[in-house]
């Protein structure tokens, strides 16, 4: 009863965790389709982006915005990214860039496994959840010039 | 203040090195710090200095003799912190501030001064000014060897949520922009150092744990093997390169 109780509990404790990364199907250099077939909104992309505690994206990144200062340069800009990538292209490289280039330097925002000394306070979860990354999808996806 | 770190980000050229090549941390300073660098009547790390210096002369609580009483003046240091780390005679790996822990509780048989206290940090940047314009030249053979593959290893792993290896940085981006910052080589010739962003004299140790904080990678506690290993690591990537200790950084 004991043993069979602590093992519900342990369940319980790590079912939310697994949950926070959503499944995806990679086909060709894209996941075309949403995750958890959710919706992205690109003024909270805006705001996850520029977010300097969460995704960060502007310490390797530029975007055309005349406002933000000191951007980085680790990355290519992203300005006219619309033009180069799909949406589902643009997921993938947000999901987990090494699926694409095992080299990569870009985070991979969706993805929990095979990382090693992770700081316990972001242990057992991805950067961004898969709203967030729709969002940011969506963002991206306006960027046309 | 203040205006003097958003000059520096702004004077700062965007020169990047080519892959491999390991540059002193002295030459990705804007003109500005690198002249407060080298001007120890306006570097706030002279404070530091100046205790170091006090303390090497003062005779402990336990009757036992001052660093003085048994290595001389301090001056006989030159040299010393150039080739820290450096494994001891029982084997272990130590930097130039377990060293001078050592020193403190078995010869002086006084309490440990603590990583990251005033004292030791003192101490630390008192000894590593003697090595100042040095290069580096710790020994990576022998016994050490086994220390510096495991701080190689170290350094060339991924680590963190957002899974980088120090190198991914500190190799292939050199010269690059994060953020306000242009990295470095990333090598601890300049520590202790005094940031700006602390406010005050750091321990390399520090630097590194912002470095893995960074990553979102588990902040080692100071004086930790690991960062040791990698602190032997960084000095073999460094040698040749001059000691710049006490270093001033943003």
Not at chain 1, 87 to 97: K, S, T
Not at chain 2, 75 to 97: F, I, K, T
Not at chain 2, 112 to 139: M, Q, W
């Amino acid at each position: 009863m004991r043993q069979a109780l602590a093992a519900l509990l342990l369940a319980l404790a790590a079912a939310p965790a697994a949950a926070q990364v959503a499944p995806f199907v990679v086909t060709g250099d894209a996941v075309s389709a949403p995750l958890d077939g959710l919706a992205g909104d690109a003024g909270r992309g805006a705001r996850i982006v520029r977010n300097r505690e969460t995704a960060n994206c502007l310490i390797c990144h530029t975007i055309p915005d005349p406002r933000e200062t000191f951007m980085g340069e680790v990355g290519p800009p992203l300005a006219g990214v619309a033009l180069r990538l799909t949406p589902g292209q643009m997921r993938l490289r947000l999901i987990d860039p090494t699926r694409i280039n095992r080299e990569a330097v870009m985070p991979a925002y969706h993805r929990i496994a095979d990382l090693l000394r992770v700081d316990p306070r972001w242990q057992g979860r991805p950067v961004l959840t898969a709203q967030e990354i729709e969002d940011v999808v969506a963002y991206l996806a306006t960027l046309r010039e | 203040m203040r205006h003097l770190v958003v000059l520096a980000a702004t004077l700062m050229l965007g020169a990047t090195a080519s892959a491999g090549e390991v540059r002193a941390p002295a030459s990705f300073l804007s003109p500005d710090l690198r002249a407060l660098q080298d001007d120890p009547s306006r570097h706030p790390g002279w404070l530091w200095v100046d205790g170091g210096e006090a303390l090497w002369r003062e005779a402990p609580r336990s009757g036992r003799p001052s660093c003085e009483g048994c290595h001389g003046p301090i001056d006989g240091m030159r040299g010393v912190a150039a080739r820290y780390p450096a494994v001891a005679s029982d084997g272990a790996l130590l930097n130039l501030e377990a060293r001078i822990e050592r020193c403190r509780t078995d010869n002086q048989q006084a309490p440990a001064f603590g990583y990251e206290s005033e004292a030791l940090l003192s101490l630390t940047a008192a000894i590593a000014l003697r090595s100042r314009g040095l290069p580096v030249a710790v020994e990576t053979e022998g016994a050490a060897a086994q220390h510096l593959a495991a701080g190689k290893r170290f350094y060339e792993t991924r680590q963190g949520q957002l899974n980088l290896s120090c190198g991914q940085c500190h190799d292939e981006n050199v010269g690059r922009r994060l953020r306000g910052d242009v990295i470095s080589s990333g090598v601890g010739t300049g520590f202790p150092a005094y940031r700006l962003e602390w406010n005050t004299l750091g321990s390399l140790h520090r630097r590194l744990r912002a470095c893995s904080l960074g990553v979102r990678a588990t902040q080692l506690p100071y004086g930790a093997y690991d960062y040791v290993a990698l602190e032997l690591y960084l000095a073999a990537r460094a040698r040749g390169l001059p000691v710049e200790s006490p270093g001033i950084r943003r």
